[in-house]
T-cell receptor, first 112, second 114 residues
Framework: EPEVTQTPSHQVTQMGQEVILRCVPISNHLYFYWYRQILGQKVEFLVSFYNNEISEKSEIFDDQFSVERPDGSNFTLKIRSTKLEDSAMYFC??????????FGEGSRLTVL | GQQLNQSPQSMFIQEGEDVSMNCTSSSIFNTWLWYKQDPGEGPVLLIALYKAGELTSNGRLTAQFGITRKDSFLNISASIPSDVGIYFCAGPPGANFGNEKLTFGTGTRLTIIP
């Protein structure tokens, strides 16, 4: 069964460092997303991406965040200068556009 | 912003019992999704509901889209150990098909007592 894959599964970084989280969405999907879940809390929307551009972003997704689809298969989230409060699970998701999102297993980011 | 409140917050049940949880919103949703999340993993889609009043089953799971479009419930019959996890309702605000910025509920944590 097709699935969304994410790497790395866990990244530890120093505050102020840049981090890139990678995702391979399901191959025939057109809509891509990043969500975040701080430990013990609910899943929060960060950004949606369609047709090679951001379609919507939340207030969490400030200038420190960026997304890119560098080729036909990868979808990346970059955090330019990490802060302690960026520590969370980051989930990539994709959809065909019919309402159902499929999530990856997540990348745990720990900022020290 | 829109909020989805789930109840109960947590449940402790015995294996074999039926489970019922619900999700309410202050505003109308046109789609309701139910996800399950295991520790350290991503949400897995269980059931999607698209029409008010719709009742949909997926094995032992049954979910309904409330007529007011402001609520939904999820039932699990004859619970088994692998049902343990956190259940989230979610939905996109409005009829925003194609750009499913999902709002997630607060979650219901299900624990099965041996």
């Amino acid at each position: 069964e097709p699935e969304v894959t994410q790497t790395p599964s866990h990244q530890v970084t120093q505050m102020g460092q840049e981090v890139i989280l990678r995702c391979v969405p399901i191959s025939n999907h057109l809509y891509f997303y990043w969500y975040r879940q701080i430990l013990g809390q609910k899943v929060e929307f960060l950004v949606s991406f369609y047709n090679n551009e951001i379609s919507e972003k939340s207030e969490i997704f400030d200038d420190q965040f960026s997304v890119e689809r560098p080729d036909g298969s990868n979808f990346t989230l970059k955090i330019r200068s990490t802060k302690l409060e960026d520590s969370a699970m980051y989930f990539c998701a994709s959809s065909e556009g019919g309402g159902e999102l499929f999530f990856g297993e997540g990348s745990r980011l720990t900022v020290l | 912003g829109q909020q989805l409140n789930q109840s109960p917050q947590s449940m402790f049940i015995q294996e074999g019992e039926d489970v019922s949880m619900n999700c309410t919103s202050s505003s109308i949703f046109n789609t309701w999704l139910w996800y399950k999340q295991d520790p350290g993993e991503g949400p897995v889609l269980l059931i999607a509901l698209y029409k008010a009043g719709e009742l949909t089953s997926n094995g032992r799971l049954t979910a309904q889209f409330g007529i007011t479009r402001k609520d939904s419930f999820l039932n699990i019959s004859a619970s088994i150990p692998s049902d343990v996890g956190i259940y989230f309702c979610a939905g996109p605000p409005g009829a925003n098909f194609g750009n499913e910025k999902l709002t997630f509920g607060t979650g219901t944590r299900l624990t099965i007592i041996p």
